[in-house]
């Protein structure tokens, strides 16, 4: 039995090696290419020890040992094998499609048009779609200049797409942008990525980030060489941000000789799901100015909100409203908010304060990938200018939004209920994003175990987790911590109908895992 595997390291090994066995038999019979399994000669140009040592030392938690093991046994349940548990709930990483959220009805049928733009000569076939999916679909295909998807766009993105962001900006924040100023890119981490490539320029170049934080930043600076800055977030006080922390790590760094270019900020967090308030953004904004550090602002949860005592703003509305010189680069994605479209890989940046010469290097590197795939920008179009509640089919969109935002809400209090009723684990509530982050307080037995298996304590209960109940979190000492203390990264996206069997599975877990270890 899997429950057996958490007192035996042979039985783990031996587990892990059959499950392995068995993914790449599943492999074998479904691919007629041969495997080879031998060791690469010596003699190879690409072998493990002199590939570049950057890729070996970045690490991505929300993609790894767990998941890679939930695969493992996603792979022998689909086989016939029999578990402790009928299926894996991945609660690993912000993936709404893939635990059962259903797209928006009005943004499928413009892109349905867009990508065969013949359905709109069969009358048959657009009995199926409403006048307002037909005009908008008609309008994206003529800012494509007629060549469709299928040809490459402007290196900045399609143009009519940038007017439409630069008027959902205006129309959000209550000031005007130039279109010129925004890049359409593959996601937000992609807009993330070519700004950490203009940033960092030698091995002393660093950046503030977030503790905890999401890894695509820490990875990113290992990839390129930097520094990761760390500033730590208050658990104590619901994760805020206090400029003193940025005043205190910033001076650090500079006094071991890092040159600190720029301060990251999530707001709403992950994996925290904080919310900033105005007077806390001003705070970080006149920092910024006062240090001369760009600001990156990753705003891609803007629209997941679930407490009444703050609204979020967007670092550029306050910075806007305080008249500060800060150099802003802001990002957004359709990947998250009520659309989650991570598949489709939409976002865009906006960088305001940042001279023009620079702003042409921004483009020159935008160009080597010639441009953002275009469905995702259509995607980007739909996000930020979605049906009126006049339009055909405004009431459905609205309808389709606000279950979906008020199912969110209801789920992340939910989880963070139940955990905080668990022995030894407490949770702040999520005010925004899509995640919960839980402390636990894990008995020394625990800690000496996770120890001997040579894993993070954390990282010990997220695999027992895993093996007991099919539950993919990811361990707390993947975004970072304070020392000594344990947490876990989880999702609230399996399906609201779901939630109270995903709670009870973990309880059923947690509650015997800590008698287990208690003195």
């Given amino acids: 039995m899997l429950r057996s595997l958490v007192g035996s390291e042979m039985c783990i090994r031996d587990r892990k090696t059959t499950l392995q066995t068995m993914a790449l038999?599943?492999?074998?019979?479904?691919?007629?290419?041969?495997?080879?399994?031998?060791?690469?000669?010596?003699?190879?140009?690409?072998?493990?020890?002199?590939?570049?040592?950057?890729?070996?030392?970045?690490?991505?938690?929300?993609?790894?040992e767990l998941v890679i093991k939930a695969g493992q046994y996603d792979a022998a349940l689909e086989a016939g094998e029999k578990l402790p548990f009928s299926d894996i709930i991945y609660c690993?990483?912000?993936?709404?499609?893939?635990?059962?959220?259903?797209?928006?009805?009005?943004?499928?049928?413009?892109?349905?048009?867009?990508?065969?733009?013949?359905?709109?000569?069969?009358?048959?076939?657009?009995?199926?779609?409403?006048?307002?999916?037909?005009?908008?679909?008609?309008?994206?295909?003529?800012g494509t200049g007629g060549n469709g998807l299928g040809a490459y766009s402007h290196s900045k993105g399609m143009a009519s797409v940038r007017n439409t962001v630069a008027a959902f900006i205006e129309n959000r924040d209550g000031y005007p942008t130039d279109p010129e100023l925004l890049f359409?890119?593959?996601?937000?981490?992609?807009?993330?990525?070519?700004?950490?490539?203009?940033?960092?320029?030698?091995?002393?170049?660093?950046?503030?980030?977030?503790?905890?934080?999401?890894?695509?930043?820490?990875?990113?600076?290992?990839?390129?060489?930097?520094?990761?800055?760390?500033?730590?977030?208050?658990?104590?006080?619901?994760?805020?941000?206090?400029?003193?922390?940025?005043?205190?790590?910033?001076d650090s760094a500079r006094a071991e000789g890092t040159a600190v270019k720029a301060l990251v900020v999530i707001n709403p967090g992950n994996p925290t799901g904080q919310l900033l308030t105005y007077e806390n953004m001003a705070g970080i904004l006149e920092f910024c100015a006062k240090e001369s550090i760009v600001l990156f602002a990753d705003e891609v949860y803007q629209t997941n909100n679930y407490t009444d005592d703050r609204v979020w703003h967007s670092f550029r509305k306050v910075m806007l409203d305080k008249q500060l010189p800060v150099q802003l680069v802001s990002f957004h994605s359709t990947s998250k908010g009520y659309y989650g479209e991570c598949g489709l890989?939409?976002?865009?940046?906006?960088?305001?304060?940042?001279?023009?010469?620079?702003?042409?290097?921004?483009?020159?590197?935008?160009?080597?990938?010639?441009?953002?795939?275009?469905?995702?920008?259509?995607?980007?179009?739909?996000?930020?200018?979605?049906?009126?509640?006049?339009?055909?089919?405004?009431?459905?969109?609205?309808?389709?939004?606000?279950?979906?935002?008020?199912?969110?809400?209801?789920?992340?209090?939910?989880?963070?209920?139940?955990?905080?009723?668990?022995?030894?684990?407490?949770?702040?509530?999520?005010?925004?994003?899509?995640?919960?982050?839980?402390?636990i307080e894990l008995p020394p037995k625990a800690v000496a175990a996770a120890k001997a298996a040579g894993k993070a304590p954390d990282g010990f209960y997220a695999l027992n987790l895993l093996d007991a109940t099919g539950i993919c979190v990811v361990p707390g000492s993947g975004f970072g911590q304070v020392d000594g203390t344990w947490h876990f990264r989880t999702t609230f996206l399996p399906p609201e109908d779901q939630m109270d069997a995903v709670v009870e599975r973990?309880?059923?877990?947690?509650?015997?895992?800590?008698?287990?270890?208690?003195?």
């Fill in 345 to 439: 890989r939409g976002g865009y940046f906006e960088a305001l304060n940042i001279e023009p010469d620079v702003i042409d290097q921004v483009y020159k590197l935008s160009s080597m990938s010639l441009c953002s795939n275009l469905p995702g920008q259509i995607a980007v179009d739909l996000m930020v200018r979605p049906p009126k509640e006049s339009d055909p089919s405004g009431s459905l969109f609205i309808q389709e939004r606000d279950s979906q935002l008020t199912s969110l809400r209801r789920r992340a209090e939910k989880l963070t209920d139940a955990l905080n009723q668990l022995t030894g684990i407490s949770c702040n509530p999520s005010q925004g994003a899509m995640y919960a982050f839980p402390k």
């Fill in 506 to 519: 973990i309880r059923e877990f947690h509650e015997p895992f800590m008698a287990k270890y208690m003195d």
């Fill in 92 to 142: 690993n990483i912000g993936n709404p499609h893939s635990v059962g959220q259903v797209p928006l009805t009005f943004h499928r049928q413009v892109l349905a048009l867009c990508m065969y733009p013949n359905l709109m000569e069969n009358e048959q076939a657009m009995t199926g779609f409403p006048a307002d999916a037909v005009a908008r679909a008609k309008e994206i295909l003529d």
């Fill in 25 to 64: 038999a599943m492999r074998m019979l479904r691919c007629r290419v041969p495997i080879i399994t031998a060791r690469t000669s010596s003699t190879a140009a690409l072998t493990i020890e002199n590939m570049n040592p950057r890729i070996k030392k970045a690490e991505y938690a929300v993609r790894g």
């Fill in 184 to 250: 359409l890119t593959n996601g937000a981490s992609d807009g993330v990525g070519k700004w950490m490539d203009m940033l960092i320029s030698s091995s002393n170049d660093g950046m503030l980030i977030p503790i905890p934080q999401y890894p695509l930043y820490s990875s990113g600076l290992t990839l390129r060489d930097g520094v990761a800055v760390p500033y730590y977030l208050d658990e104590a006080n619901e994760w805020g941000m206090s400029v003193e922390s940025l005043q205190q790590a910033l």
